[in-house]
């Protein structure tokens, strides 16, 4: 389901346009690792440039337009320097991208990156009571309909299910899990039931339907295991960074 086509057609516009200017191209995410949803998942590019000045950023913009009239989100433009330097701030994303991508032209800029793994932990926890007040923002919101709500658990479940998998690095845990094993893996230190976010991800994949479930009992059930884990993250994260 991941459109190859496409993404071959972008680099071959991205060399041609930038030329020497252009230092690697890199997949990353679930398009890279297998886990690519058609209705829920982004094609993730990075485009590594020795300079981004105006003068060379002008000549890749009609690469650009073209893949975002497919449909695409722009890809991430950076040079190898802003990159290294960025991995105090986006510490999950990098690790994110590390852990999960593959290279389509040029060098591979992210392996050997050194990703300040105590900062990580901080951002960790940052990210997962943010995106838990923006979720209870949006339910309030859209209160009982049930269509909405089903749209509100869906299109969040990737991004906390992301962090439960970093919660799981931070504690000590590197292995490159699917969506599936990060929530039942995590659900055993936290003590939290799964099944909700198990459930939501039948639906996304096609193994369940939501007509067979309950979207008010699924959100009470999702929202209460992000607030689980969320209230342990901190002692958990103390544990695993041996400050407590």
């Not at 950023?57 to 695409?72: E, N």
């Not at 292995?175 to 094993?181: C, G, I, P, V």
Request: aromatic share 6%; hydrophobic share 40%.
């Amino acid at each position: 389901m991941v459109p190859e086509k496409q993404i071959n057609e972008f680099v071959s516009r991205m060399q041609q346009s930038a030329g020497d200017n252009l230092q690697s191209i890199i997949l990353y995410g679930s398009a890279a690792n297998g886990e690519f949803h058609r209705d829920f998942s982004n094609v993730n590019l990075l485009c590594v440039l020795r300079e981004t000045s105006f003068a060379t950023l002008a000549p890749i913009t009609p690469a650009v337009k073209w893949w975002s009239g497919q449909k695409h989100h722009p890809p991430l433009v950076l040079t190898r320097e802003e990159l290294e330097r960025s991995t105090d701030v986006f510490s999950i994303e990098l690790l994110d991208m590390q852990q999960r991508h593959r290279v389509l032209f040029g060098e591979d800029v992210l392996s050997g990156l050194q990703i300040p793994m105590h900062l990580h932990r901080a951002q960790v926890e940052y990210e997962l009571r943010e995106k838990l007040i923006l979720l209870r923002e949006h339910l309030l919101l859209v209160g009982d309909n049930e269509g909405q709500l089903w749209d509100l658990m869906l299109r969040s479940l990737a991004s906390f299910i992301t962090l439960f998998r970093h919660t799981l690095i931070a504690m000590g845990d590197p292995a490159q899990r699917s969506k599936r094993d990060a929530v039942q893996a995590l659900s055993i230190p936290v003590q939290f039931d799964s099944s909700a976010f198990l459930q939501l991800l039948d639906v996304r994949e096609g193994k369940a339907e939501r007509k067979q479930l309950d979207a008010k009992d699924v959100f009470t059930r999702y929202l209460h295991g992000i607030q689980q884990v969320t209230a342990a993250v901190d002692r958990i994260l103390e544990v695993a960074s041996g400050t407590s």
